[in-house]
Nanobody, 115 residues
């Protein structure tokens, strides 16, 4: 099993910034990708950004140029720097780790963008 603990999140005004962090523990051997997903009220969970053990990153079109994912899968940590936040970025953000064909999820952290 892999346990994921997220930190960061909160309330920010439009145009502001937040940074999310996630740390994995447990059976962390051979995690080959980590990332962030989000789920807004009444919507399906969607990909935000991912990073592989080789450093390859992938972003949703809606966050390209505003969000940056970084991390060290060797130490099983990943961060998401979110800039120029918009009200439509409001959601619960979930950390994800992929290992052995399985996906593991954190508890989620709320991000609210509002004036």
């Amino acid at each position: 099993q892999v346990q994921l603990v997220e930190s960061g999140g909160g309330l920010v005004q439009p145009g502001g910034s937040l940074r999310l962090s996630c740390a994995a523990s447990g059976s962390i051997f051979s995690i080959y990708a980590m990332g962030w997903y989000r789920q807004a009220p009444g919507k399906q969970r969607e990909l935000v950004a991912t990073i592989t053990s080789g450093g390859r990153t992938n972003y949703a079109d809606s966050v390209k140029g505003r969000f940056t994912i970084s991390g060290n899968l060797a130490s099983n940590t990943v961060q998401l720097q979110m800039n120029s936040l918009k009200p439509e970025d409001t959601a619960v953000y979930y950390c994800n780790a992929a290992r052995g064909g399985l996906a593991y999820w954190g508890q989620g952290t709320q991000v609210t963008v509002s004036s």
